[in-house]
């Protein structure tokens, strides 16, 4: 089981990891990098929960600028385990 924040650069992943890709992404507010999840076929049953964790990163993707990393770990909480 496998998830992360990988950074899209004109719509293609700065990080090719063969994962599943949600098209709901994050965007830094100051510069616009955006992260989309990207995640393993085995975690599709916690798909809700891992998008609460994701989306839930948007502060400290904007706090990062402008040293944005070419993937994130998403935080793991208690409900995904």
Same mark, same amino acid.
Do not use: W
């Given at each position: 089981?496998?998830?992360?924040?990988?950074?899209?650069?004109?719509?293609?992943?700065?990080?090719?990891?063969?994962?599943?890709?949600? @098209?709901?992404?994050?965007?830094?507010?100051?510069?616009?990098?955006?992260? &989309?999840?990207?995640?393993?076929?085995?975690?599709?049953?916690?798909?809700?929960?891992? &998008?609460?964790?994701?989306?839930?990163?948007?502060? &400290?993707?904007?706090?990062?600028?402008?040293?944005?990393?070419?993937?994130?770990?998403?935080?793991?909480?208690?409900?995904? @385990?």
């Amino acid at each position: 089981m496998a998830y992360e924040a990988v950074k899209y650069t004109n719509g293609k992943g700065d990080l090719q990891d063969g994962l599943t890709v949600d @098209q709901n992404p994050i965007v830094c507010g100051k510069c616009g990098a955006e992260y &989309r999840l990207d995640y393993s076929p085995g975690e599709s049953s916690n798909l809700a929960n891992l &998008r609460a964790c994701f989306q839930s990163m948007q502060k &400290r993707t904007t706090n990062k600028c402008p040293k944005h990393q070419p993937s994130l770990a998403v935080p793991n909480v208690p409900f995904l @385990q």
